[in-house]
């Protein structure tokens, strides 16, 4: 399904008289499509595989959190909070969703937040 702000740009192109009524169902579809095609593919490579969250507290060196998901578990979570979540769209986690669509392994994000002291490392397994 695509991002809410993209069918809006498409359902206003479509009030604006910028492409007719059946020219932006065509896009919709389109939309939807691609979509899909890329669950299917990010789900090719997300078999027996998981991605590893670890936060750790920068003074303290302390592990916060450690958490284990299947891959499989990770796209589909992406897609519904990508739907709720408003300033989450399909750019804000593409990094994460393109290694996994190409089978990446290893370290795929690490961040530092200094104001909260944190260390933030996400890997694929």
Do not use: C, W
Not at 49 to 68: A, C, E, I, L, P
């Amino acid at each position: 399904m695509a991002t809410t702000e993209e069918r809006m740009k498409i359902l206003q192109m479509i009030q604006d008289e910028k492409v007719s009524a059946e020219d932006g169902a065509k896009l919709l579809a389109a939309l939807s499509e691609s979509k899909s095609r890329r669950s299917q593919n990010i789900n090719r490579n997300t078999e027996g595989r998981y991605m590893r969250v670890r936060v750790t507290d920068m003074s303290t060196g302390k592990t916060k959190v450690s958490v284990n998901l299947p891959l499989s578990l990770v796209d589909a979570g992406l897609n519904i909070a990508s739907n709720f979540i408003p300033d989450m769209n399909g750019d804000s986690m593409e990094g994460v969703s393109e290694a996994i669509r190409n089978g990446m392994t290893g370290l795929v994000v690490d961040v530092e937040d200094l104001e909260d002291g944190e260390h933030i490392q996400v890997f694929i397994e």
